[in-house]
């Protein structure tokens, strides 16, 4: 009989212990989940940030809703920076080597066009939850 009772509770314990580990791994599934869709939402809303001689001069939020460009004023003539939704690129220059101009589009945060005789850098960087909350 108490061996029966010892059974009958092992199984009940059993069983609460099998839907806690449903419940915990649903949980962290969600979890998991919900982080991902954030981590998505981060990157999908990339910024760049245009600076010259390390003051920032502009900052785009991407993608941008039509291509259009700008001008930056460099030292050795006008710079264009052409955008076109997740892209960016250098599409005039006039510095020695052209190297910002060679490097074309980019399109994902963390790179970066840089042009060194110029001091230009444009950036693009993932927006942080931080960020889009303080906007
Ligand atoms: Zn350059």
Redesign the pocket.
Known sequence: MSLLKHHTDMTRGDKYLLLLLLSVSFSLMFVLYGNTTIFHSKSRSTQAVVTVNGDIIRKINMPTNSRYSFAIEGSSGSFRVELDGEKIK?SE?H?A?????NQGWISRAGQSII????K?VIRLEGRTMLDAITQ
């Open positions: 250098v220059a510095c080597g052209q190297v910002c101009l042009c060194i005789p110029e230009i």
